[in-house]
């Protein structure tokens, strides 16, 4: 029986067409996944079918949810589906819950606001279903609030509120691409565990092929508001008849070609010695001190020239901390950090700035990082103050013009805002800040994570290139293992705080040593290996 | 929650210590000697010098500042230089006007406020939110003793319903006492009804934007179920604030309208006493405001531990 049923949906922003001629149909008991780059209208399909479109929000079409017309509802009968027939879970576990609520109560106002129970009983009831996704009473008791949880026990709740009433249909936004890798990998066996219990059907939207590719029965590729092609997942990834679907599998698995000249004689680039970064913790007892939170503890490193190393961990590990601390935007409380052979800063000594110029910085939102009140002249050249003396004049101008156009974009765009770009292009002009000053080693936080897959390609050749050509080092951030496969020559593994292992890449992928490196990679998604899989995994037809 | 309220309790102590210090000697340094002053411009400096030995104004300054501050702590504020009476009764006799008055219009400004802000909200960029944004928009533009006066023009005057000022006490009777206190309510009521009707509007909107807002609608809840039950609360955190100052404000705050209805209030008291130099009065006065918006920001701290979860069990 088919419990999601769309036919020729069309929808309107006011004059923007978001969505054309939208076909999907999901049966109980199926996972349909929906992939697609940002903007493709993934996720205002989903709002569609649960008709909570933003105001301006026009359509036409027809949406049919386990037999019943959405289009011919009124708001009343879509409060009572909503819910009950079909519940959703979102991208942001963090936010996706009220804050000043419980857990218990806000699963339990599911079943009593759709007047399956009483209050008493409805309390009764969420505890038995916080149980069914791993959230046991005795574990995490249900008058805990959302901030004293994990996100992806967060995670869990947001799936508890929407299988409470056992739904039909159950849409997923994303819901494990804020999470790491080994919590994504538990809450996609949790969400596959209840399809196949409950008997419900799952509508699971994500942009990330592998996970979508161990998933789900059949797929539906999206490119800007079109369905572009739909079939059983494993022979649409074997066939890949659209030319935009293999666009999307070229660019995900894209590995950047590279010739790295690695100088092992030379003096390091980057050497980091026996660095420690303490957080004070809030207080317990007003006369006594709480012990510090050590995020960064006796950590070391070596990046050499012209050498791209990846360091990984899950968030909280201490990836970001550490690397604030080596480009001394935070003071460590022990050990020392040098640049070229040369003491940039340490404990209890401030950063020396006329070094500051050898390391700079990408960050992950290309959105956040610029001020949008300044033309890209001057926030390309900014780093000139770190300058000596610094370039005026037309030699500035021809370094500006140079830096921009090193990373693909024209001199001409110098005279533009920021919002005048794309994310793509912002991250471009990131990485022309970093370069403008010619430093020997950029540190790259998670610089390519916020970006579609085919944009990420462009930027980690972009990288690649210009590494290769001006014998740059990185230091790459991520906590994608798959994309600092593709660009990095050695790993850095860490956890709570500390490197628990160092090798090659290849060494690190092929034979990790590490017990958590080794469940790292096991909980990787990898588009290869499930299309591999014989096919007992998934749900025959 | 309970190491909270001790902390915010512990700051809020050395403000006021801080505060009686700077007030002090503020009161201190400034020009003109109140027995000079008291004794008139052609006065015998040998009369003026009895004077301020009479009132202690030879003693050395920290030895007054510990008497006035054990004192106060007694109860005793001192005798006013110009009334010649206990400073405390003569800020009682106002407190009892100030206080009701204060409390009278922030329920008024809040009871306005709260229902016009979430009216205005639930229904963003419709009529009658664009008409209570206009509505509000006058509110804060109009001069409140302009509005007093229209006020006392039509209600006291035209209609006759209540008297144009003064203050017959509270021995009158409480109705008649607040009656008389309603249109000088009313007038101190109204901007702040519409700065707090804005605030709360802004934050609820903002909370109704949040993703958690959206799961509740996912979750079946319809749209006011999901502003009353989710929003509200949430929004509340700078409505709470914005109460709290307007309280402080209030109390010594409405000089201008105790002006217009002619009562006995706390601000015309510190206006007089400031004019004649009455120091002590001064002090005490102000003194008394302080520790009224320290123990305001208190209650607002424990309203903020009540709303907000995350400030209840951080430490735990």
Not at chain 1, 160 to 176: S, Y
Not at chain 1, 476 to 488: E, G, N, P, Q
Not at chain 2, 172 to 191: C, E, F, H, N, R
Request: aromatic share 6%; hydrophobic share 50%.
């Amino acid at each position: 029986m088919s419990v999601l049923s769309v036919r020729n949906l069309d929808l309107k922003i006011g004059r923007i067409p978001i969505l054309e001629d939208v076909d999907l149909t999901l049966d109980a008991g199926h996972i349909l996944g929906i992939v697609g780059e940002s903007g493709s209208g993934k996720s205002m399909t989903a709002l569609a079918i649960m008709q909570l479109l933003p105001r301006a929000a026009r359509w036409t079409g027809t949406i049919e949810v386990a037999g019943n017309d959405v289009g011919a509802m009124s708001e009343r009968a879509l409060c009572t589906m909503r819910g009950r027939d079909v519940s959703m879970i979102f991208q942001e576990p963090m936010t996706a819950l009220n804050p000043v609520h419980t857990i218990g109560d806000q699963v339990a106002e599911v079943v009593r606001i759709h007047g399956e129970a009483g209050r008493r009983h409805a309390h009764a009831r969420a505890i038995e279903v916080l149980g069914r996704v791993g959230l046991p009473p005795d574990r995490v008791a249900p008058d805990r609030y959302p901030h004293e949880l994990s996100g992806g026990q967060r995670q869990r709740v947001a799936i508890a509120m929407a299988i409470a009433l056992r739904p039909k249909l159950l849409i997923a936004d994303e819901p494990t691409t804020a999470l790491d890798v080994t919590t994504q990998a538990q809450i996609l066996d949790l969400l596959r565990k209840l399809v196949r219990e409950d008997g419900m059907g799952m509508m699971f939207i994500t942009h990330d092929l592998a996970v979508v590719a161990g998933l789900a029965d059949e797929v539906a590729v999206m490119k800007k508001g079109r369905v572009v092609e739909t079939g059983p997942t494993r022979q649409l990834f074997r066939q890949m008849r659209h030319p935009y679907t293999r666009a999307l599998f070229t660019a995900s698995a894209h590995v950047p070609e590279r010739q790295p000249r690695i100088e092992t004689a030379a003096t390091p680039v980057l050497e980091v010695r026996d660095v420690v970064r303490d957080y004070p913790r809030p207080r317990k007892n007003l006369f006594q001190a709480q012990a510090p939170f050590r995020a960064v503890d006796h950590v070391s490193l070596t990046v050499r020239a012209g050498e791209n190393v990846g360091l990984v961990g899950e968030s909280g590990c201490g990836k970001s901390t550490l690397a604030r601390a080596i480009l001394a935007l935070e003071a460590v409380q022990a050990g020392e950090i040098h640049l070229n052979g040369k003491a940039f800063s340490s404990a209890g000594a401030g950063p020396d700035i006329r070094q500051r110029a050898a390391a700079q910085v990408v960050f992950q939102d290309p959105y956040g990082s610029f001020n949008p009140r300044h033309r890209v002249r001057r926030l390309v050249s900014e780093p000139f103050f770190l300058m000596p003396e610094s370039p005026q004049d037309a030699d500035r101008e021809r370094r500006i013009g140079k830096a921009l156009e090193d990373v693909g974009l024209t001199a001409g765009d110098a005279d533009k805002y920021i919002h005048e770009f794309s994310g793509g292009q912002r991250q471009r002009i990131a990485i022309a800040r970093a370069l403008i000053i010619e430093p020997s080693l950029i540190v790259l936080d998670e610089a390519v994570s916020a970006l579609d897959v085919s944009i990420r390609a462009q930027i980690l050749d972009l990288l690649a290139g210009l590494s290769d050509r001006l014998g740059l080092s990185y230091l790459f951030i991520s906590h994608d293992l798959t994309v600092v496969r593709a660009i990095t020559d050695r790993v850095l593994v860490m956890q709570a705080g500390r490197i628990v292992e160092d090798g090659s890449t290849e060494d690190i992928f092929h034979n990790p040593r590490h017990p958590y490196t080794r469940s790292l990679l096991a909980a990787t998604p990898s588009l290869a290996a499930a299309l591999d899989e014989p096919s007992g995994e998934t749900v025959e037809t | 929650m309970t190491l909270y309220l001790l902390r915010r309790l512990l700051s809020l102590s050395l403000t006021l210590l801080a505060a009686s210090i700077v007030v002090f000697l503020v009161t201190e340094i400034i020009p003109g000697d109140p027995a000079a002053f008291m004794m008139g411009i052609n006065a015998d400096p040998a009369a003026i010098a009895a004077l301020r030995s009479e009132l202690g104004l030879d003693q050395p300054v920290a030895f007054r500042y510990l008497n006035w501050i054990v004192g106060m702590l007694q109860g005793d504020f001192g005798q006013s230089y110009t009334y010649r009476v206990p400073v405390s009764e003569l800020v009682g006799d106002r407190i009892a006007v100030s206080l009701p008055l204060t409390l009278y219009a922030l329920a008024l400004s809040t009871l306005i406020a709260f229902p016009a802000g979430v009216f205005a909200a639930s229904r963003r960029n419709a009529p009658g939110d664009i008409a209570i944004m206009g509505v509000t928009q006058l509110g804060v533009a109009v001069p409140n003793f302009w509005f007093a006066m229209l006020l006392v023009l039509l209600f006291a005057i035209t209609l006759q319903w209540f008297s144009a000022g003064g203050f017959p006490g509270w021995d009158a009777g409480v109705l008649v006492a607040l009656k008389s206190l309603t249109l000088p309510a009313i007038a101190l009521a109204l901007p702040q009804a519409s700065i707090l009707a804005r605030v709360m509007r802004s934050s609820l909107l903002d909370t109704l934007d949040e993703d958690f807002v959206r799961t509740a609608r996912a979750k079946g809840l319809s749209r006011s179920q999901a502003l009353w039950g989710h929003a509200l609360r949430n929004a509340l955190i700078p409505v709470l604030t914005i109460v709290g100052l307007q309280f402080s404000f209030l109390l010594a705050g409405g000089i201008i309208i105790e002006n217009v209805f002619y009562l006995p209030g706390l601000g015309r008291l510190v206006f007089q006493a400031i004019s004649q130099r009455d120091l002590i009065v001064v002090r005490s006065v102000i003194i008394l405001l302080v520790f009224a918006v320290v123990a305001v920001t208190f209650l607002v701290d424990i309203a903020y531990a009540i709303a907000d979860p995350r400030l209840r069990r951080q430490r735990r």
